[in-house]
């Protein structure tokens, strides 16, 4: 389909959705919302694609909720919403898997959006802040606890408490992205990094997703084994696994995609 403010492109087995409203910082408004939602759901139905890449253009990965509702709430009591975001916890969980490329500004809901996604790679020009405290809101997208769970508790509460901006290096060393590249670089690599996850079979892909949000705050060791050899015992009986024993003995690179 054909879209306004998000744009769309495939690399081999890469699909990249571009946030693309860079006059507001790609602030979270509709249409843009419920157009990113879109893109991923159309990725996510195609069967050359493997893993996503999420970005976007200008100096804002996004900026976070569009000041425009913001004030309309605020003079008006309109109740605030945003569709494309509902339930966006749950659908990350099930989807492919998502690669954020952070290339600037990633504040409020601009960076709690990736909390859930599989990768963060920022660019050394990225700023990251949980603004929230300095608009008198609270953090959501299940933020408080996923955000405790990647960066600790005390650069959890640090960063919601101050809503002070963190710079690429900062949030590299406490584990809030996986990697800092050039700002010049930063597509392409987030692109190979995809590409990396995308040469896996899809149904590996999908299951450890399953597995590790299930088991994310499972107390219960036998339960977490219970769910992996479940698993397992699946993926053994996969074309996956028949391919790859193959390739390890004829000595090449496993064909998991035709």
Request: glycine fraction near 8%; include cysteine.
């Amino acid at each position: 389909m054909a879209y306004q403010e998000v744009t769309v492109e495939k690399r081999g087995r890469v699909g990249i959705v571009t946030l693309n409203r860079p006059h507001r910082l790609n602030s979270l408004g509709r249409p843009m919302t419920d157009e990113m939602r879109q893109a991923l759901e159309e990725f996510n139905r195609d069967p050359e694609v493997g893993a996503i890449v999420l970005t976007g253009t200008g100096r804002a990965f996004c900026s976070g909720a569009d000041f425009e509702s913001f004030r309309a709430v605020a003079e008006g009591g309109e109740r605030f919403g945003v569709s494309g975001l509902a339930n966006w916890v749950g659908f990350v969980q099930q989807s492919k898997p998502i690669v954020c490329a952070i290339n600037g500004y990633a504040v409020g809901a601009g960076l709690t959006l990736t909390l859930p996604c599989d990768v963060r790679i920022a660019s050394d020009q990225a700023r990251l802040s949980m603004r929230f405290v300095r608009l008198g809101l609270l953090p959501e997208l299940a933020s408080t606890k996923l955000l405790a769970h990647i960066v600790g508790l005390t650069n959890a509460l640090e960063m919601m408490l101050t809503g002070r901006f963190v710079e690429a290096e900062e949030a590299y060393h406490m584990g809030l992205v996986n990697k800092v590249v050039p700002h010049d670089r930063l597509l392409d690599m987030a692109v190979e990094k995809a590409a990396e996850i995308a040469f896996n079979p899809d149904e590996c892909l999908a299951a450890v997703k399953r597995l590790v949000w299930a088991n994310l705050t499972e107390a219960d060791l036998e339960a977490v084994q219970r769910r992996e050899m479940s698993e397992f015992a699946t993926a053994l009986q996969g074309d996956a696994f028949r391919e790859a024993v193959r390739a390890f003995f004829e000595k090449r690179e496993p064909r998991f995609h035709g």
